[in-house]
Structures are given as structure tokens and as C-alpha cells.
Nanobody
């Protein structure tokens, strides 16, 4: 089994920055992708970014490209999401998820383990 725990959310003004962390424990195989998704009230959960085990492959949603950066520290089993130039529309509950596949995915159905989420609120 795999357990994921997100942290680092909070309230920030537009234009500010936050860094989210996803701590993984359990059977975190090297073929897994770790992704970030977000869900705003009344909206579907949407893909934000994903990274493979080595960090050599990353994907971003168009809405965050150039502002968010995903990275990982495998020694600590932690994946980060650095969020800069935040906008009010980035306000959402952010989830970390693990995908048991060596191919990257952007659909929620392609991820097998999920954390509980961390709230990000961006004020205008």
C-alpha cells in the first residue's frame, strides 16, 4: 500500500508563491508517476502536473505552464509543486496522486493512490 500526505497549502495574495509537498510512504515503486491535481468548488478535479521517478519527464497543464514547477527528492520520498505568480483562479483543493505506470497520465482515473488534499486560496 501507498500513503500520500500533502502539505504547504494556505492563503496567499495574487502574485504570490506557495510550495506544496507530497510525502509518500509504503511501496513507492520506481516506475510510478506522481501527479498533482486540483479541484475548485463546483468543478471537476483537473490535472496540474506530473513527474516520473527520475524527474526526467514532467508534464504541465497549459493553465499553469511557466508558473508552476514540479520536482522531487527521492531520498525523502517527497514531490514538490512550486507555485509562482498565483492567480485567484488557482484557488482549489490540491491533491497528490500516484500512478502505477511508466507512462505519464493526465486523467484522474489513471492514478491509483490519492492523498487527502491541501487547500490553496489566492485572494485578489
Amino acid at each position: 500500500q501507498v500513503q500520500l500526505e500533502e502539505s504547504g497549502g494556505g492563503l496567499v495574495q495574487a502574485g504570490g508563491s506557495l510550495r506544496l509537498s507530497c510525502d509518500a510512504s509504503g511501496r513507492t515503486f520506481s516506475s510510478y508517476y506522481t501527479g498533482w491535481f486540483r479541484q475548485a468548488p463546483g468543478k471537476e478535479r483537473e490535472f496540474v502536473s506530473t513527474i516520473n521517478w527520475s524527474g526526467s519527464t514532467t508534464l504541465y497543464a497549459d493553465s499553469v505552464k511557466g508558473r508552476f514547477t514540479i520536482s522531487r527528492d527521492n531520498a525523502k520520498n517527497t514531490v514538490f509543486l512550486q507555485m509562482n505568480s498565483l492567480k485567484p483562479e488557482d484557488t482549489a483543493l490540491y491533491y497528490c496522486a500516484l500512478r502505477r505506470n511508466a507512462v505519464p497520465g493526465i486523467r484522474t482515473t489513471g492514478y491509483d493512490y490519492w492523498g487527502q488534499g491541501t487547500q490553496v486560496t489566492v485572494s485578489s
